[in-house]
């Protein structure tokens, strides 16, 4: 059993390997080979501050290394179970938003209109597959204060939203592409986006 093991029970993922995982590129983020990434999240409790601050830290962390290592220009989210918490929180960070903290979320509304885009996942970095989701939602939770929230959120932020509550229920995007299409390659993306 490793040292982290042992200070951390809970969050122990007994199928993960020690070796890189899947097509993950970043330390620290769960990769696609980890079942733990299939298991349902736990609601943060409301006793439970100090875990959930510790937790918030951990999150900005590990976004904050895939932030140092990449240039992103959109909305991107990472979910306490991609870091092997099983709990029901997720950070999500946008150029002009700046950081959101998100935890026992709950969407209480989806618009009707639905968009396809392509969408990946910090856990499957190279990897993109196209997805229908709504364009709006609105959304109950609770902020790094614990206090509770209703906002509305439109466009890619609204999208990396839905990911992030799928993250929590074991669902990836993999599992929502369009029948019949393959895993695109980010290489085979980007020369398709470039074409478009
Ligand atoms: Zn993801």
């Known amino acids: 059993m490793t040292k982290l093991a042992m200070a951390q029970p809970r969050f122990k993922d007994p199928n993960a390997s020690s070796k890189p995982m899947g097509c993950s590129i970043h330390p620290g983020i769960l990769g ?69 903290h998100i935890a026992n979320p709950e969407i209480v509304e989806y618009s009707a209109q639905t968009a396809i885009e392509h969408e990946n996942c910090l856990s499957l970095f190279d990897m993109r597959g196209r997805v229908a989701r709504p364009i709006g939602v609105a959304l109950r939770y609770l902020d790094q204060d614990f206090s509770k929230i209703e906002r509305s959120f439109s466009g890619w932020t609204a999208r990396v939203i839905q990911h992030q509550l799928d993250h929590m229920d074991g669902i990836l995007f993999t599992d929502r592409m369009l029948a019949g299409e393959p895993l695109m390659p980010y290489g085979d993306y980007a020369v398709q986006k470039a074409a478009a």
Do not use: T
Request: charged letters at 25%; hydrophobic letters at 40%; a positive charge.
């Open 32 to 100: 696609p080979d980890s079942r733990l990434l299939r298991q349902k999240s736990w609601p943060v409790a409301l006793s439970g501050r100090r875990q959930a601050e510790e937790s918030w830290e951990k999150l900005e962390q590990a976004l904050n290394q895939a932030r140092a290592k990449h240039d992103f220009r959109s909305c991107i989210g990472l979910s306490a179970i991609q870091i092997g918490i099983p709990l029901r929180m997720a950070l999500i960070w946008s150029p002009n938003m700046g950081y959101l």
